[in-house]
């Protein structure tokens, strides 16, 4: 019996910390604004000919649905796969379908604004090694 509650607490801690997240804001880490968004490469947030409000609204949608829990604040992975390089990798329908079906790990539907979904795909797929 002990180890099913020992079990179910550590459960509720994965999934808590997997889905957590208040949207408030508030200071990441590093003493940053934790509403700044993800920038990856030197010198700012865009990507390859991405709108700069695209690129913002991307990252928001990044921090939003707690990709970064799996991904890392900064692209580089953690539980899951880093995404620095995914758009060298994967095309935009490849990183499209694995955001909305999931698979190797990852839910499906984390992002169901179809707007927000854009600008995330587009931006992922920027992604790439120089």
């Not at 957590?20 to 865009?46: I, L, M, N, R, Y």
């Not at 580089?76 to 499209?96: A, F, H, K, Q």
């Amino acid at each position: 019996m002990k180890k099913f509650w020992l079990l179910m607490s550590f459960a509720l801690v994965l999934v808590l910390g997997a889905c957590g997240g208040d949207g408030e804001g508030g200071e990441d880490e590093s003493g940053q604004p934790a509403d700044e968004g993800v920038t990856t490469e030197e010198g700012g947030d865009e990507g390859d000919g991405a709108d700069s409000s695209d690129t913002a609204l991307a990252e928001q949608t990044y921090e939003q649905n707690n990709c970064m829990g799996c991904h890392g604040e900064d692209l580089s992975g953690g539980s899951g796969p880093p995404l620095t390089n995914v758009g060298s990798e994967y095309s935009e329908d490849e990183i499209r379908t694995q955001i909305e079906e999931g698979g190797d790990g990852m839910p499906g539907g984390l992002v169901s604004d179809e707007e927000k979904l854009d600008a995330l795909v587009t931006w992922l797929a920027s992604q790439k090694s120089e």
